[in-house]
Nanobody
């Protein structure tokens, strides 16, 4: 069992930046793919970004590709999501999740452990 904890969310203005962190509680996730998803009110959970266990491969949703960056420091057992040039449409609860295997999956069912989420609100 892997328990994930997200942090770093908050209320910002359009154009600002935020960095989200994801860390497991009580266990390493160094050998897992880690993904970030988000869910806005009334919408389905959507893929944001994913990173391989080594950090050598990444994948992004088109909507964030040139603004967000996912990274990980396995020595710190932490995965980050740097979000730049935030827009009001980025407002959502952001979740990190782990997936077994090596594929950078973009669908929620491929991920087996999830955090509780952190709220990101971007005002216009």
């Amino acid at each position: 069992q892997v328990q994930l904890v997200e942090s770093g969310g908050g209320l910002v203005q359009a154009g600002d930046s935020l960095r989200l962190s994801c860390a497991p509680s009580g266990r390493t996730f160094s050998f897992y793919v880690v993904g970030w998803f988000r869910q806005a009110p009334g919408k389905e959970r959507e893929f944001v970004a994913a990173i391989s266990w080594s950090g050598g491969r990444t994948s992004y949703a088109d909507s964030v590709k040139d603004r967000f960056a996912i990274s990980r420091i396995n020595a710190k057992n932490t995965v980050y999501l740097q979000m730049n040039r935030l827009k009001p449409e980025d407002t959502a609860v952001y979740y990190c999740a782990t997936a077994p295997g090596v594929a950078l999956a973009t669908i929620p069912p491929a991920y087996n452990y999830w955090g509780q989420g952190t709220q990101v609100t971007v005002s216009s």
